[in-house]
Antibody
Framework: EVQLVESGGGLVQPGGSLRLSCAAS????????MSWVRQAPGKGLEWVSV???????YYADSVKGRFTISRDNSKNTLYLQMNSLRAEDTAVYYC?????????????????WGQGTLVTVSS | SYELTQPPSVSVSPGQTARITCSGD??????AYWYQQKSGQAPVLVIY???KRPSGIPERFSGSNSGTMATLTISGAQVEDEADYYC???????????FGGGTKLTVL
């Protein structure tokens, strides 16, 4: 059974840093694409970052240069290092296994999600 | 930038058919996906590749994609289907990964 469990959220001051973790079970993180998706309070979903099985990483413009996605293969765990945090980064952060569908020239999508961890950026 | 547009809300009575639309310029070239999010819970994939249902998703959920509009249809909606529904896809280049704004489905 695929399971994803996030941790590491909390209250942080503007300009501060936080590292989120996502422990996976039922599959191998390094063999899959993995993403972070966030949801501000009362708002919709926003894709944040992806790491491909080969190690390439990509980011939404809103977090580029501030956030870093990574993984620890020995721990089967995904991470999101968040630096220079802003009030607008306040959200529930979900990790999601990311699939790829070959039709229509290829589309990435999210097939399994964790329960999320809340990050609050406030003074 | 790329946007997917959904109606903010849809309301039906139990047993009726609910239809939620999602419009986007790249939908003729890219698959649409649908996620259900109940209050306080994580999103769940209910439709992938325009019209396929993951294991465990009831048959009353179906999807279609024609032209620039994708549609999630819930045939015989039940009270437990009350949730926010998000469509998802990418732009034609595959570089922008975008969710629609979400549609609140009320069944009462």
């Amino acid at each position: 059974e695929v399971q994803l469990v996030e941790s590491g959220g909390g209250l942080v001051q503007p300009g501060g840093s936080l590292r989120l973790s996502c422990a996976a079970s039922g599959f191998t993180v390094s063999s899959n694409y993995m993403s972070w998706v966030r949801q501000a309070p009362g708002k919709g979903l926003e894709w944040v970052s992806v790491i491909y099985n080969g190690g390439n990483t990509y980011y939404a413009d809103s977090v580029k240069g501030r956030f870093t996605i990574s993984r620890d293969n020995s721990k089967n765990t995904l991470y999101l290092q968040m630096n220079s945090l802003r009030a607008e980064d306040t959200a529930v952060y979900y990790c999601a296994r990311t699939g790829y569908s070959y039709g229509y020239g290829g589309t990435y999508y999210f097939d399994y999600w964790g329960q999320g961890t809340l990050v609050t950026v406030s003074s | 930038s790329y946007e997917l547009t959904q109606p903010p809300s849809v309301s039906v009575s139990p047993g009726q058919t609910a239809r939620i639309t999602c419009s986007g310029d790249a939908l003729p070239k890219k698959y649409a996906y649908w996620y259900q999010q109940k209050s306080g819970q994580a999103p769940v994939l209910v439709i992938y590749d325009d019209s396929k249902r993951p294991s465990g998703i009831p048959e009353r959920f179906s999807g279609s994609n024609s032209g620039t509009m994708a549609t999630l249809t819930i045939s015989g909606a039940q009270v437990e289907d009350e949730a926010d529904y998000y469509c998802y896809s990418t732009d034609s280049s595959g570089n922008l990964w975008v969710f629609g704004g979400g549609t609140k489905l009320t069944v009462l």
